[in-house]
């Protein structure tokens, strides 16, 4: 999917199709509740409010986990700490990916076969697996570490679909023009490079921040993500797998939050694309 | 396959951490914590552990775990018997699932339920694997009382009607969730082959639509399909990891876990080396179908970039 560079286009029109306007809708709410997280929710989320293991009902929407505690709160809360993620783990594959990816991008032959055959291997990878080893060798499961994890793994295919881009403005007869006449390869890249190859990046980002989600909520699956009493999707999905015999309701909720989002982000990204690229707009 | 290893020894011994935490107990006095590592060689500077390393690979010697003593090698082969037929079976289950949706997706693609399959592999392509997992249980272990929730029997594959019994959920989360993805491709593919000229020129000599389309357009249609069909393999021997927690098995992913979360760096050191070993061989394999369905391809020497 990374590799579908579209030539290198303008956003145009402003046709927005009804996938974008979905995708967008789906992103705010979980913005909104996730922001309203901050200051209201429906219980605190520490506090046993009711039964243990409760079925969903009118007053526990979700039900209740084995502690007694709302699960409904617990999604709301969820979905601050996964946009959290997405956003700081996008911006951290964004800075290194776009970094390296110029730099090979502008570095001689040498050196950029090396940093494409390392990028090659890091990518052959999934994400997940990465942000594992990482999570492995740095000093205990946090939040802050499940975000760096996720960004410095997702950065190998930024850099990648940076390294692409770039090169090919760079074979660009107009650039050849700017570099003759002594324009700095920063001018270049600021000029010439950046606004060409943003609209491609934008939509990889979109896509990157739902696969951050999914990569954090396995993170916290396997009980190497943010620690309790983080309510991390991938953290309810667990323990509702635990107690899957006595609630078998648990492990909708959560998972649904989960993928209500995921499905938001890849229409968001899908429609702008669309705007960045009209050719491709009849594909399916 | 040495900028692999070199990668891999990097990435996992210039991030913080010493593996001869392992090794002692916390508040171990100073001499105690240099003898751990005088035993796992953490003392010797990085390029000396390095060139050890390399050493050991030459002579296909993945070390001992630091925690059991085991042999990684021999522990990753015994664990290889359950990942490689789970990841095998998952495959050729996804196949089957993907193939003849994706063809059916692309030919009624203007009936509801054309629509409908591209809709629903959308979704698909947006759901953790571990919850479809989680799910099947809910639907299968607990409500149904069809198959075992996780685990797999002792006897292994000694008894196979058990092991295959026990593995029935993991096969199909896999498959499902690898299918979803599949069938975009399938569907794509087949739609460049309905527009294409060969197959309209077919139909103009008259022959039948479904005869066309299944004479000229499975070879053209395979060339795409079987690259991404190595990705997706490669990927999910990669990804067993999620699954097999999801039904506790003891498989390669179940090593590497635990392997983290005992730092236990022999064992992962060399449960990656050979999955990237596998991976290597899975895209090998793949250009080799490729060339074998494609003639033109056989021409150019490595025609990817």
New interface residues.
């Given amino acids: 999917m990374t590799d579908d560079a579209p030539a290198l286009a303008q956003p145009s029109s402003l046709r927005l199709t009804p996938a974008f306007l979905i995708g967008a809708a789906l992103v705010g709410l979980h913005v909104v509740v996730g922001l309203m997280t901050l200051v209201w929710t429906p219980y605190d989320p520490t506090a046993m409010t009711g039964g243990r293991l409760a079925p969903p009902s009118l007053l526990h929407w979700a039900g209740t986990d084995r502690l007694g505690r709302d699960l409904f709160t617990e999604i709301m809360i969820g979905a601050r700490i996964a946009l959290a993620v997405g956003s700081g783990a996008v911006t951290i594959a964004a800075a290194i990916g776009v970094t390296v990816g110029l730099l090979a991008a502008f570095a001689s032959r040498a050196v950029d076969d090396v940093l494409a055959a390392t990028l090659d291997i890091l990518i052959a990878f999934p994400t997940l697996l990465l942000a594992m080893l990482i999570v492995a060798a740095s000093d205990g499961a946090s939040l802050g570490t499940a975000i760096l994890a996720i960004g410095v793994a997702a950065s190998a295919i930024v850099a990648r679909l940076t390294r692409i881009l770039a090169r090919r403005v760079l074979a660009m007869d107009y650039v050849t023009a700017a570099r003759v006449s002594g324009t700095s390869w920063l001018g270049i890249v600021r000029i010439h490079v950046l606004p060409n190859i943003w609209p491609t990046l934008v939509v990889n980002f979109a896509l990157q921040f739902g696969l951050a989600v999914i990569a954090e909520a396995s993170l916290s699956y396997l009980g190497l993500g943010a620690p309790p009493p983080n309510a991390s999707w991938g953290r309810l999905l667990q323990e509702a797998q635990a107690t899957v015999y006595t609630a078998p309701f648990g492990a909708v909720a959560p998972g649904l939050a989960l993928v209500s989002l995921v499905i938001g982000l890849n229409l968001f990204a899908d429609g702008l694309r669309d705007v960045a690229d009209p050719t491709r707009r009849r594909r399916g | 396959m040495l900028?692999?290893a070199a990668?891999l020894f990097l990435?996992?011994r210039l991030?913080?951490?010493d593996p001869a935490n392992a090794l002692v107990s916390v508040g171990a006095d100073p001499e105690q914590i240099e003898a751990a590592r005088r035993q796992v060689g953490s003392d010797l500077p990085i390029a000396a552990q390095f060139v050890r390393y390399l050493g050991q690979l030459g002579r296909f010697d993945l070390g001992a775990s630091f925690i059991s003593g085991v042999p990684v090698l021999d522990e990753i082969g015994r664990r290889l018997t359950l990942t490689l037929p789970l990841t095998a079976l998952a495959f050729v289950a996804a196949i089957l699932i993907a193939l003849p949706l994706g063809i059916l997706a692309a030919v009624k693609?203007d009936r509801w339920y054309g629509g409908l399959i591209?809709i629903v592999s959308?979704?698909g392509?947006?759901?953790?694997?571990?919850?479809i997992g989680?799910?099947l249980?809910?639907a299968f272990a607990?409500?149904l009382r069809l198959f075992p929730?996780s685990g797999f029997p002792p006897s292994g594959w000694r008894d196979p009607i058990a092991a295959l019994h026990q593995l029935t959920l993991p096969i199909l989360t896999i498959a499902l969730v690898m299918s979803a993805s599949l069938i975009r491709y399938v569907?794509?593919a087949t739609?460049d082959v309905i527009g294409s000229d060969y197959l309209r020129t077919a139909r103009a000599l008259g022959a039948g639509y479904g005869e066309a389309l299944i004479r000229h357009g499975i070879r053209n249609g395979a060339v795409p399909v079987i690259s991404i069909l190595g990705i997706e393999l490669?990927?999910t021997l990669?990804?067993a990891?999620?699954v097999e927690?999801?039904f506790s098995l003891p498989g390669l992913g179940s090593m590497?876990?635990s392997g983290?979360?005992q730092?236990d760096y022999p064992s992962?050191q060399g449960v990656?080396f050979v999955s990237?070993l596998l991976?290597l061989l899975v895209g090998f394999a793949a250009d080799l179908t490729q060339r074998l369905v494609d003639p033109r391809l056989r021409g150019s020497s490595g025609g990817r970039s």
Avoid at chain 2, 125 to 131: E, H, L, M, Q
């Fill in positions: 900028i692999a990668v990435l996992l991030l913080p951490g693609r591209s959308q979704f392509i947006a759901v953790p694997v571990f919850w989680i799910l249980v809910t607990v409500k929730s569907r794509s739609l490669a990927s990669l990804g990891v999620v927690r999801v590497l876990l983290i979360e730092r992962v990656l990237t991976v």
